[in-house]
């Protein structure tokens, strides 16, 4: 039976491109959609370096909201922006097939040495806001400046081309959901088993009412199983550390027949030594524990 659903979503180019994609999907499996665009506090607020805002959910807190009061039936979220822990009443429905989960680099093509790690000149100024690529640029090129950079990805990629920075590191999926002409820079994709991405990068998250049985029906039709398993690990390795998307955390996990692979790094603080593991197993609960206490150690 068809319905009319109600999408909830932040109004920037890449949050629309998402929910425009679920959109197309229901479509095609002949239901009514609607997009409700949602200002989020990580919207509002753009001269303040991500560490700086206040809690956690800043890009989903009003969508959620949202969803409480009836105004939504249906939030699509960037996976790794959710926070672990749901409000009571709301369900993570469906995952999708995960995209290109790794970081990349954009650098100004005269800012470039391919004899160096990731292909940056000496001293170079990065631009990013985010506690865990500071930690690992800090780790990987201890000689990067870095450099606060805020706003949505084609704002990002102009201030770059403005001259404001050498390069800037963004996710993979996002540019290649906005199918952006890079031609005038240099892309350097890092690997996510070396420069380790944030615990669900690449996926977006179907967030729902709980009661909203139908829907819930809907939206197995999206579902991906093997992208829920693997982000299943590298959340819980995040919900055990009581982190939010901001906390200086990497968490990737492979998946081969039954066997995961999970390769994680933690650090106190952005600019504190990082720690990285590699584990292995079957089981997610038990493959996240032992992640978790090898990073305490």
Same mark, same amino acid.
Do not use: W, Y
């Given at each position: 039976m068809s319905r009319k659903i109600i999408i909830g979503s932040r109004g920037s180019d890449l949050a629309l491109w998402q929910a425009h994609h679920v959109e197309a999907q229901l479509q095609s499996l002949g239901h009514e959609v609607e997009i409700n665009i949602i200002k989020t506090q990580g919207d509002r607020i753009q001269h303040l370096?991500?560490?700086?805002?206040? !809690?956690? !959910?800043?890009?989903?807190?009003?969508?959620?909201?949202?969803?409480?009061? !009836?105004?939504?039936?249906?939030?699509?979220?960037?996976?790794?922006?959710?926070?672990?822990?749901?409000?009571?009443?709301?369900?993570?429905?469906?995952?999708?097939?995960?995209?290109?989960?790794?970081?990349?680099?954009?650098?100004?093509?005269?800012?470039?040495?391919?004899?160096?790690?990731?292909?940056?000149?000496?001293?170079?100024?990065? !631009?990013?806001?985010?506690?865990?690529?500071?930690?690992?640029?800090?780790?990987?090129?201890?000689?990067v400046e870095l450099k606060d950079l805020r706003g949505n990805v084609p704002t990002r990629i102009n201030k770059l081309r403005e001259g404001g920075y050498d390069a800037i590191m963004l996710a993979a999926a996002g540019v290649e959901r906005l199918k952006l002409d890079l031609s005038d820079l240099h892309v350097f994709r890092l690997d996510p088993k070396v420069f380790i991405p944030a615990p669900a990068q690449g996926v977006l998250g179907l967030q729902i009412r709980a009661v909203d049985k139908d829907l819930i029906d809907i939206l197995k039709n999206l579902n991906s199983p093997e992208a829920a398993r693997r982000i299943s690990v590298e959340r819980r390795i995040l919900n055990l550390f009581e982190g939010g998307c901001q906390m200086p955390l990497g968490a990737y996990c492979e998946q081969n027949g039954d066997d995961l692979t999970v390769s994680a790094c933690v650090a106190d603080e952005w600019d504190s030594p990082i720690r990285m593991v590699v584990k292995s197993g079957t089981d997610v609960e038990t493959l996240a524990q032992e992640t978790v206490a090898s990073l305490r150690v």
């Open positions: 370096s991500f560490d700086k805002l206040e !809690g956690k !959910g800043f890009f989903t807190k009003e969508l959620e909201e949202s969803l409480l009061d !009836g105004s939504i039936d249906l939030a699509v979220h960037s996976h790794k922006d959710l926070p672990t822990e749901h409000p009571a009443g709301l369900i993570i429905a469906a995952v999708s097939d995960r995209e290109d989960p790794a970081d990349i680099l954009l650098i100004r093509k005269d800012k470039v040495d391919e004899e160096r790690a990731f292909h940056l000149m000496l001293n170079p100024v990065v !631009g990013t806001s985010s506690a865990r690529r500071k930690s690992q640029l800090k780790h990987h090129r201890p000689d």
